[in-house]
């Protein structure tokens, strides 16, 4: 009896279908690259045969661009289709955290002065709403 992870590139995959590969990429990233690594960095992004992988340190980005070959190699192994020519390595950006942190702070979400806690955003809204003429 053949296991998922045998079957899995050959029932899931068809032509055009690049969120497929994307899911493919991210369900044998870990498989790929160990637990070790896979807690440091993940698969964010893939499109033409090239894989983003967003790394939370310098450190850590430094160490994977010596590896990306050999990682590349791995993970096209783990798939079983030569799916990935080329991984791209990036540190996660604020942008990143705010997307996949644990949401926004209650201080910021304020709907009026008196719900604003913190003092330089309570500051800045209110000088907003005196140039807006609110």
């Excluded at 992988?53 to 079983?80: C, F, H, Y």
Aim: no cysteine; net charge positive; proline share 6%.
């Amino acid at each position: 009896m053949d296991s998922a992870r045998n079957i899995l590139p050959s029932v899931y995959r068809e032509p055009g279908q690049p969120d497929r590969d994307f899911d493919l990429v991210v369900s044998y990233w870990t498989a790929a690259v160990g637990r070790r690594i896979a807690d440091h960095a993940r698969p964010v992004h893939y499109s033409r045969r090239r894989a983003t992988i967003e790394v939370d340190t310098g450190d850590w980005l430094a160490q994977l661009e010596s590896m990306a070959p050999l990682l590349r190699k791995k993970l096209n192994q783990e798939i079983g289709v030569d799916l990935v020519d080329f991984l791209l390595f990036r540190t996660a950006g604020a942008a990143a955290a705010r997307r996949f942190g644990p949401g926004r702070a209650a201080e910021s979400t304020g709907r009026n002065p008196g719900e604003v806690r913190n003092p330089i955003r309570r500051r800045l809204y209110n000088e907003s709403k005196k140039a807006s003429g609110e």
